[in-house]
């Protein structure tokens, strides 16, 4: 399941996964938030929180993960990814290539410092 995470500044979009995400977290939360944010902001500041009650993805939930990651570049301006999972620091640095925006993993321990990191200038 993914739920917005409501208590984060101005101008930054968040979300935490919990259990296993399927594609319709995707659809009915995820991209809906984004695309509100881009209309407000022109470009998305992410936070990923990806905790201890997080199992992982369905098959459809990594098909649309990738989807929404690719979709339209220039709305990405900095994703910051929360979490304390080895494979999910890995994944992220293995195609972080790919992103053509900033993206940077944390520890949870270190959520404050992504939310600081995503205000930066």
């Known amino acids: 399941m993914i739920t917005m995470i409501t208590d984060l500044p101005s101008g930054i979009v968040g979300f935490e996964a919990t259990g296993t ?20 902001h022109g470009r998305v500041r992410l936070l990923y929180l990806l905790g201890e009650g997080f199992d992982g993805y369905t098959g459809a939930a990594m098909w649309e993960d990738a989807l929404v990651g690719t979709r339209d570049w220039s709305r ?12 999910v620091h890995a994944t992220v640095g293995a195609f972080a290539w790919m992103v053509p925006s900033r ?12 939310i600081a990191w995503l205000e930066a200038e």
Do not use: C, G, M
């Open 103 to 114: 993206i940077r993993t944390f520890p949870v321990s270190r959520k404050t410092d992504a």
């Open 21 to 40: 995400v399927q594609a319709s977290d995707y659809r009915e939360v995820l991209e809906p938030a984004i695309e509100a944010a881009v209309k407000e």
């Open 76 to 87: 990405w301006e900095r994703i910051a990814v929360v979490s304390d999972k080895d494979w």
